[in-house]
Nanobody, 125 residues
């Protein structure tokens, strides 16, 4: 599985960005696709996850109500819509995929076997 994250950039506080995670190499069936981020000097943080074969989504507490994860099965792409961005959202954002990850474990980076290269998001104040 290859994952390609894109859509990052520089945005002012209060603005929006949409990240894309394009998957290739295999057909997702029971996979979960998640978004994480990592700021300099901080641990990798879980943001959101979505099951490939259902509409079930999971969110990290810090982004609930601001970020929305969605998928396009036909395009093999998962999106992360980010609204009301804050300077503390500045980080490298990664998408990841793993097979049959139960809901309670979807926030754990160790559960994901495949990772994209990351895309930088910078929010200016």
């Amino acid at each position: 599985v290859q994952l390609q994250a894109s859509g990052g950039g520089l945005v002012q506080a209060g603005g929006s960005l949409r990240l894309s995670c394009a998957a290739s190499g295999r057909t997702f069936r029971n996979h979960v696709v998640g978004w994480f981020r990592q700021a300099p000097g901080k641990e990798r943080e879980f943001l959101a996850a979505i099951k490939w074969n259902s509409r079930h989504t999971t969110y990290g507490d810090s982004v609930k109500g601001r970020f929305t994860i969605a998928r396009d099965n036909a395009e093999n792409t998962v999106y992360l819509q980010m609204n009301s961005l804050k300077p503390e959202d500045t980080a490298v954002y990664y998408c990841a995929a793993g097979s049959s990850i139960i809901t309670s474990s979807q926030g754990m980076a160790s559960q994901y076997a495949y990772w994209g290269q990351g895309t930088q998001v910078t929010v200016s104040s």
